[in-house]
């Protein structure tokens, strides 16, 4: 073994040994042990992802296999490491924030009574997400992608006493299923078609199959390719929250903060991207498949935006905005724009772990108040919250030079040069987005660092927090009742900043959401980059070329933007905010009141949830209700089950009497054994 | 002279352990009570010394003594060091459990002794003789074993079946063995697969000799329909020897098979092969469909037995190298699976009360979770559940079948492995889900707390690394059976 190779091996395990010891005996250990040796893990691990990035952009690649777990006829199921740069870069972003997390915790969590639970979830899941990015198989891939998913359950139902968090973790997994349920096929069709899971296999073999059909329902064609690559897909909608499967993501909310912004916003929910990134030489076969991700990419970025403009609640409207985020990613990659995708995703990770931390501190800094219209003129009492909020906001809307501008800019641009199927139509939803998303998150922004300190004013018995919530949102009032142990800022208590391990993080990750994007952009989208790992066929698919044409260095964009769309639509989102909710908050509460159906339509949240609710939920309770009344009483457990029962308790009866115990029973038997023997093999000679 | 020397060197494990155990049985006699744990120490340092002198005297090639009626080949080395390793592990666990019933004594330890001899010789005989005798010297031990807590009317039952019907199996081995012999005019395993090679002379007396030596092999793997003996043994012989009779002797019966049936009597693949898919089958269903309906624990690992038994005869059948090397495998798995689990029963009982019925297990883990844990193993690698080394040793017997075209067995066999996964994962349910009812404490000294943790761990880590001993395993067959 290579000194590069125990490297690979040491960036995943350690974050596992130390959420193994600490998950184990975290009970026993002082509850320093927990964050301190977790920590250390993370650490390592980041630092050693460091190493291996900087490796890689000397032009190393390692594809190997490290451990053969099985061997059955021609298909191996292996363990192995496959690191270049895509790896790599999301090594680095993964171990980083992460990171950040677990330092952040140290303060978001210390009244805890799950203090080292926590910490070894946060540290198992760092483990299971780099199994996910580093694996050169689709095997190991689906390992990570399960294990992954399942440390998110757990934490979304961390507070486990509380009915919200359980509905909102069973829902996640529910969702999931589906979702996972497409991936799983489209990987057994990978298998079938392929006769391979390794990734360099399936690529090389890939070209080959292009032109390959399969019937599923006798008589019609279907492209093999573009039925793996959509089946994949389902999988990555699922985990990447794209509508319809986006319904479990605003409800894993009811995690603590810091993993809704580790998993539900950095890391975990970009796996899907990810995904897609890496099977590029997939997906560029199948311009439908392309087709489908974008429009339904283009759907989610335009419509979980809107969400966001009517949430009160902190956390719902940063989770929003994630899945608009998502969405632009996945515009991205229908535009064969791998790169910018990859691209967005890790100034997104930055900048919106940035900005849940934030809302975390904010959260504490409140007393666990969540609801946005209690609070108001916090950035007196928070000015390091109040300074990375904004440069998180700011970031978001693609204000130009912070890196969020980059990476979006650059997807816009993308979209606009695609000619795919639904590519006008994602062109109109990614520029809308731009507006909408700088209305809602300023819109958040003001409502909490600016304006009158509304805490004060609040009647005393609204002190449970979620009245208005609940009020909203009668259809889900289940989802919103809120710790019982908190109540909030009293009219006399005053807001007060976060302790420095929670300040850190924010700086921290403040820092690249500014930069990262003016460093990056020309190595990651128009440099070499990406080379030999992201495949794009120029000819059929030219976006990249073509964008790269156009672009002369990160200064110059800036200054181009300060004359397109994007920059005005943004700016004027800003202001309107401003206007509405600073200068004229009576606005707002008119137009409310005149456009009670979108409301309506907006607080159901286009009724995902109670289609799902009534037709899924009641469908299945209906068929399951039936299958178990005549399906498993009837016929499983009266004929089958009882069934059985009677008849081997019969056998039973019969070879009990046979054990009799006595030796003369036992000696015919054998005899009659011998006896029986002979007689069939003399018949046959 | 030379020759001689010669031929004592390649049986030098055996002399060793002879000379230890006559040794064993003369110091009891002088030792004061209070000394007797040298005999358990002595004991063990027979088996580490027999370890050490078979490994040191390690050839890979395969070398005959006395005239070819002994051979010592990689198979029968690695057969032999799993047998050491196998009793020492069974010495651990069962020291304090004789120690509270009386049967702490010398004879204990030398009838230990001389089985393991005579299992020795069964592996390493070449000639009909040889290994009968071996046959013999284990059973004669065995009898005596089971009864050696002879004022228990179950053990003394229990020896006086076993003795009845290991005669009668006894009997039926050596019939068919004269058969062989008329025909190929010799007892040599080496000559009478020659003489068979060059021709079968009469072939309905060989199928003849072939049945009743297939079923004196059948009874002392406890196959079906000669598996009567197993459940009532088990059940009445002290938990000591049950655990004895349940492992290392499996390991020396499957060795036998292997003599006798694939070595000397590979010619007639096409007759035996049909008899064991008859008993492999029957055994398959038998032991886990009468499992089911067991309340003693004792007897339900019985009835597992002859299930697993089933199993390995899937290997055997493949009548292929690939087959028995997977059942190489399996039987090192199953030895390995067995051990442990009577550990656990023999930990959990004490001074005048036998854990022996699965309601002693309800709320194992809330007495302790630790063995409760490791129960939970053991049950999982018999039922077969990935990743432990039960699924393991399943898969590649399954793999073998296939391989040799048996698709409809394989199927079968993987229904009734779900059938009797019910009663494992009882033991489970019992363990995590049900009340405590017997809270006393669990003690037992640390050495059967080490090993017995070490022997569930590694049912756990070779399951997830089997290549290993696979590797062993496949080594040791292909390097013998030429």
Request: glycine share 8%; net charge negative; proline share 4%.
């Given at each position: 073994m290579t000194d590069m190779q125990s490297i690979y091996l040491l960036i995943p395990l350690l974050p596992l040994f130390a959420a193994v010891i600490v998950g184990l005996f975290g009970s026993q250990l002082p509850r320093s042990a927990a964050h301190v040796l977790t920590i250390l893990g993370v650490g390592a691990s980041f630092a050693l992802s460091a190493y291996v990035f900087v490796d890689a952009l000397q032009g190393n690649v390692y594809n190997g296999t490290v451990y053969t777990w099985l061997t059955s006829g021609d298909i191996s199921f292996e363990v192995g490491f496959l690191v270049d740069r895509l790896t790599a870069m999301m090594m680095v972003v993964v171990t980083f924030v992460s990171l950040m997390v677990h330092i952040y915790t140290i303060g978001y969590m210390h009244e805890d009574p799950g203090y080292s639970r926590f910490f070894s979830y946060i540290s198992l899941f760092t483990f299971s997400m780099l199994m996910l990015?580093?694996?050169?198989?689709?095997?190991?891939?689906?390992?990570?992608?399960?294990?992954?998913?399942?440390?998110?359950?757990?934490?979304?139902?961390?507070?486990?006493?509380?009915?919200?968090?359980?509905?909102?973790?069973?829902?996640?997994?529910?969702?999931?299923?589906?979702?996972?349920?497409?991936?799983?096929?489209?990987?057994?069709?990978?298998?079938?078609?392929?006769?391979?899971?390794?990734?360099?296999?399936?690529?090389?073999?890939?070209?080959?199959?292009?032109?390959?059909?399969?019937?599923?329902?006798?008589?019609?064609?279907?492209?093999?390719?573009?039925?793996?690559?959509?089946?994949?897909?389902?999988?990555?909608?699922?985990?990447?929250?794209?509508?319809?499967?986006?319904?479990?993501?605003?409800?894993?909310?009811?995690?603590?903060?810091?993993?809704?912004?580790?998993?539900?916003?950095?890391?975990?929910?970009?796996?899907?991207?990810?995904?897609?990134?890496?099977?590029?030489?997939?997906?560029?076969?199948?311009?439908?498949?392309?087709?489908?991700?974008?429009?339904?990419?283009?759907?989610?970025?335009?419509?979980?935006?809107?969400?966001?403009?009517?949430?009160?609640?902190?956390?719902?409207?940063?989770?929003?905005?994630?899945?608009?985020?998502?969405?632009?990613?996945?515009?991205?990659?229908?535009?064969?724009?791998?790169?910018?995708?990859?691209?967005?995703?890790?100034?997104?990770?930055?900048?919106?772990?940035?900005?849940?931390?934030?809302a975390g501190s904010v959260i504490m800094g409140m007393h666990h108040d969540q609801?946005?219209?209690?609070?108001?003129?916090?950035?007196?009492?928070?000015?390091?919250?109040?300074?990375?909020?904004?440069?998180?906001?700011?970031?978001?809307?693609?204000?130009?030079?912070?890196?969020?501008?980059?990476?979006?800019?650059?997807?816009?641009?993308?979209?606009?040069?695609?000619?795919?199927?639904?590519?006008?139509?994602?062109?109109?939803?990614?520029?809308?987005?731009?507006?909408?998303?700088?209305?809602?998150?300023?819109?958040?922004?003001?409502?909490?660092?600016?304006?009158?300190?509304?805490?004060?004013?609040?009647?005393?018995?609204?002190?449970?927090?979620?009245?208005?919530?609940?009020?909203?949102?009668?259809?889900?009032?289940?989802?919103?009742?809120?710790?019982?142990?908190?109540?909030?800022?009293?009219?006399?208590?005053?807001?007060?900043?976060?302790?420095?391990?929670?300040?850190?993080?924010?700086?921290?990750?403040?820092?690249?959401?500014?930069?990262?994007?003016?460093?990056?952009?020309?190595?990651?989208?128009?440099?070499?980059?990406?080379?030999?790992?992201?495949?794009?066929?120029?000819?059929?698919?030219?976006?990249?070329?073509?964008?790269?044409?156009?672009?002369?260095?990160?200064?110059?964009?800036?200054?181009?933007?300060?004359?397109?769309?994007?920059?005005?639509?943004?700016?004027?989102?800003?202001?309107?905010s401003w206007f509405f909710y600073m200068k004229r908050p009576d606005i707002p509460a008119a137009i409310k009141a005149h456009t009670v159906l979108i409301n309506k339509i907006l607080e159901n949240k286009y009724g995902f949830d109670s289609f799902n609710e009534k037709v899924f939920a009641a469908g299945s309770r209906f068929i399951g209700n039936k299958l178990w009344q005549i399906g498993d009483v009837k016929l499983i457990d009266g004929l089958i089950v009882n069934g059985t029962a009677r008849l081997i308790g019969r056998i039973s009866g019969i070879i009990r009497q046979l054990q009799s115990g006595l030796i003369y029973h036992y000696a015919f038997a054998m005899i009659i054994g011998v006896f029986l023997m002979l007689t069939f093999w003399f018949a046959k000679i | 002279m030379d020759a001689i020397y010669y031929d004592l060197a390649t049986a030098l494990p055996e002399i060793f352990v002879l000379c230890m155990a006559m040794f064993i049985l003369l110091l009891d006699l002088f030792l004061k009570p209070n000394n007797r744990f040298l005999i358990h120490v002595l004991a063990q340092f027979t088996l580490i010394g027999a370890a050490f002198i078979t490994i040191s005297t390690y050839t890979p090639s395969v070398s005959y003594a006395f005239n070819n009626m002994f051979v010592d080949d990689p198979f029968s080395d690695v057969i032999k060091v799993m047998m050491y390793l196998s009793t020492f592990t069974m010495l651990v666990y069962t020291r304090s459990y004789i120690k509270l019933r009386g049967m702490f004594r010398g004879e204990f330890y030398a009838l230990v002794l001389f089985a393991l001899l005579g299992m020795m010789i069964m592996v390493s005989g070449q000639h009909f003789l040889t290994l009968y005798m071996g046959l013999e010297l284990l059973s004669l031990s065995l009898y005596a074993l089971v009864a050696l807590d002879r004022d228990n009317p179950r053990a003394t039952e229990a020896a006086i079946k076993y003795f009845v019907?290991?005669?009668?199996?006894?009997?039926?081995?050596?019939?068919?063995?004269?058969?062989?012999?008329?025909?190929?005019?010799?007892?040599?395993?080496?000559?009478?697969?020659?003489?068979?090679?060059?021709?079968?002379?009469?072939?309905?007396?060989?199928?003849?000799?072939?049945?009743?030596?297939?079923?004196?092999?059948?009874?002392?793997?406890?196959?079906?329909?000669?598996?009567?003996?197993?459940?009532?043994?088990?059940?009445?012989?002290?938990?000591?020897?049950?655990?004895?009779?349940?492992?290392?002797?499996?390991?020396?019966?499957?060795?036998?098979?292997?003599?006798?049936?694939?070595?000397?009597?590979?010619?007639?693949?096409?007759?035996?092969?049909?008899?064991?898919?008859?008993?492999?089958?029957?055994?398959?269903?038998?032991?886990?469909?009468?499992?089911?309906?067991?309340?003693?624990?004792?007897r339900m690992l019985a009835y597992s037995t002859i299930s697993h038994i089933g199993f390995l005869l899937y290997g055997l059948m493949s009548a292929s190298m690939n087959g028995y090397i997977s059942s190489t495998f399996y039987i090192v798995s199953y030895t390995m699976m067995t051990l442990a689990g009577f550990g656990v029963i023999l930990l959990l009982s004490r001074h005048g009360f036998e854990a022996e019925n699965l309601s002693d297990l309800k709320g194992l883990n809330q007495r302790s979770p630790w063995y409760a844990f490791l129960m939970l193993i053991v049950m999982f690698s018999m039922a077969g559940v990935p990743p432990t080394l039960g699924f393991y040793a399943k898969f590649t017997v399954l793999q073998a079948a296939l391989q040799a075209g048996f698709v409809w067995l394989v199927v079968y066999a993987v229904l009734m492995a779900a059938i009797g996964a019910f009663y494992y994962l009882r033991v489970v349910k019992l363990m995590y889900f049900d009340d405590v009812e017997d809270k006393s404490p669990i003690v037992a000294p640390f050495s059967m707390r080490l090993v017995l943790s070490i022997n569930a761990l590694a049912l756990l880590v070779v399951g997830l690394m089997p290549q290993p001993l696979m590797n062993i395993c496949a080594y040791a067959i292909s390097r013998s059976l030429q």
């Open positions: 990015v580093m694996s050169n198989n689709f095997m190991q891939l689906f390992f990570g992608w399960e294990a992954v998913g399942l440390v998110s359950y757990l934490l979304i139902g961390f507070w486990y006493k509380r009915p919200t968090a359980i509905y909102a973790n069973l829902k996640a997994f529910l969702v999931n299923r589906v979702g996972d349920f497409g991936f799983l096929l489209g990987i057994g069709m990978v298998l079938y078609f392929f006769g391979s899971l390794n990734y360099d296999a399936v690529f090389t073999i890939a070209p080959h199959l292009a032109d390959a059909t399969v019937s599923v329902i006798p008589n019609t064609e279907w492209s093999l390719m573009t039925m793996v690559c959509l089946l994949l897909f389902v999988g990555a909608m699922g985990k990447s929250a794209q509508v319809p499967l986006h319904v479990w993501l605003p409800d894993s909310m009811e995690g603590p903060t810091p993993i809704s912004a580790l998993i539900h916003a950095a890391t975990m929910v970009t796996a899907g991207i990810f995904m897609v990134a890496r099977m590029s030489p997939l997906f560029e076969l199948s311009t439908t498949a392309l087709s489908t991700v974008m429009v339904i990419g283009a759907i989610t970025a335009l419509f979980m935006g809107f969400l966001g403009i009517i949430q009160n609640d902190i956390k719902r409207v940063v989770a929003y905005s994630t899945l608009s985020q998502l969405g632009y990613m996945t515009v991205a990659l229908g535009a064969s724009a791998y790169s910018v995708a990859m691209f967005h995703l890790m100034t997104h990770a930055f900048f919106k772990a940035l900005l849940f931390l934030a609801d946005i219209r209690n609070m108001g003129g916090l950035r007196k009492y928070m000015p390091i919250t109040w300074i990375t909020s904004l440069i998180g906001s700011l970031a978001l809307i693609g204000t130009p030079l912070f890196s969020g501008f980059y990476s979006k800019d650059s997807i816009i641009e993308a979209v606009k040069l695609s000619h795919i199927t639904g590519s006008s139509f994602a062109y109109f939803a990614v520029l809308a987005g731009v507006f909408v998303t700088a209305f809602y998150s300023f819109r958040l922004y003001f409502l909490v660092f600016h304006g009158k300190e509304r805490w004060m004013e609040k009647p005393h018995e609204e002190h449970t927090p979620h009245t208005h919530e609940v009020a909203a949102h009668s259809d889900d009032e289940h989802h919103h009742v809120v710790h019982e142990e908190h109540h909030g800022l009293g009219p006399d208590d005053k807001p007060h900043e976060s302790p420095w391990v929670v300040t850190f993080p924010l700086i921290a990750l403040a820092i690249p959401s500014v930069i990262i994007g003016y460093v990056a952009i020309g190595p990651m989208l128009f440099g070499d980059f990406f080379n030999g790992v992201i495949f794009v066929d120029i000819h059929a698919h030219p976006v990249m070329h073509e964008l790269a044409e156009d672009f002369h260095g990160a200064g110059a964009m800036a200054m181009h933007a300060l004359t397109s769309a994007p920059f005005w639509l943004a700016l004027s989102g800003v202001v309107l | 019907l290991g005669a009668l199996a006894s009997g039926m081995l050596l019939y068919g063995m004269s058969m062989f012999y008329g025909v190929t005019g010799s007892l040599n395993i080496s000559d009478v697969t020659q003489a068979l090679l060059v021709g079968v002379p009469s072939h309905a007396v060989m199928v003849l000799g072939l049945v009743f030596v297939v079923a004196g092999l059948a009874f002392k793997l406890g196959a079906v329909p000669f598996q009567m003996w197993i459940p009532d043994v088990y059940h009445g012989s002290p938990t000591a020897v049950t655990i004895f009779i349940g492992t290392v002797t499996k390991l020396a019966a499957f060795a036998f098979v292997i003599r006798l049936l694939i070595q000397g009597l590979f010619v007639l693949a096409g007759d035996w092969q049909g008899m064991l898919i008859i008993m492999a089958v029957l055994s398959i269903a038998i032991g886990n469909i009468t499992a089911i309906a067991q309340t003693n624990i004792k």
